[in-house]
């Protein structure tokens, strides 16, 4: 259970969609979000080579209270051993989780801007990276938040919400 998500934006991040995960997650979750101070970028995580950072570099320096979650969110590129990028990642067993927006808004891929797209990938991939810190694992269902999206086709295809059998995994004592 959480009795708390401390939303944390990593480098200068716009108020608006933060607004926006705070009032999504608050309902989702059933608990306090709090949109905490910026963090400054580690420039240990930067890999020049790829031009990107690393996510569990970034998520290895973050510390965090009992029953409370810390949601890093950031515009760079981010990617994980093995990947060419990722959207996000969590590290359950710190109690971190952390996602990037940049290739979640139709500009990158050099369409017509879409907020209200890009707000909502924002907020399922914030609840899939939480879920993750909450003990799910991907999910087979691809009509639920845990299923794993390989690109934003996944994404958009898949709600903001845990199926039934992921809801029952999550610990008692929310409203999911």
């Excluded at 979750?29 to 963090?39: A, L, R, S």
């Excluded at 949601?71 to 109690?95: I, K, S």
């Excluded at 907020?123 to 087979?140: F, I, Q, R, T």
Aim: neutral net charge.
């Amino acid at each position: 259970m959480l009795n708390k998500i401390n939303l944390r934006p990593l480098g200068k991040i716009d108020r608006s969609i933060l607004s926006v995960l705070k009032a999504r997650l608050e309902q989702i979750f059933g608990c306090p979000v709090e949109i905490g101070k910026q963090i400054n970028m580690p420039p240990q995580a930067f890999t020049p080579d790829r031009k990107q950072y690393n996510s569990s570099k970034i998520l290895s320096l973050l510390e965090t209270a009992p029953d409370e979650a810390i949601l890093v969110v950031t515009e760079v590129d981010l990617y994980a051993a093995g990947l060419n990028f990722v959207f996000g990642q969590a590290e359950p067993d710190a109690g971190a989780a952390i996602i990037s927006l940049k290739r979640l808004s139709q500009q990158y891929y050099s369409l017509p801007k879409n907020e209200a797209l890009f707000q909502e990938r924002a907020v399922k991939e914030a609840v899939h990276e939480l879920g993750h810190v909450l003990g799910l694992g991907h999910c087979k269902d691809a009509h639920c938040v845990m299923y794993f999206s390989n690109d934003l086709a996944d994404t958009d295809h898949k709600p903001a919400a845990f199926c039934s059998r992921c809801r029952q995994q999550l610990p008692k004592g929310s409203e999911w």
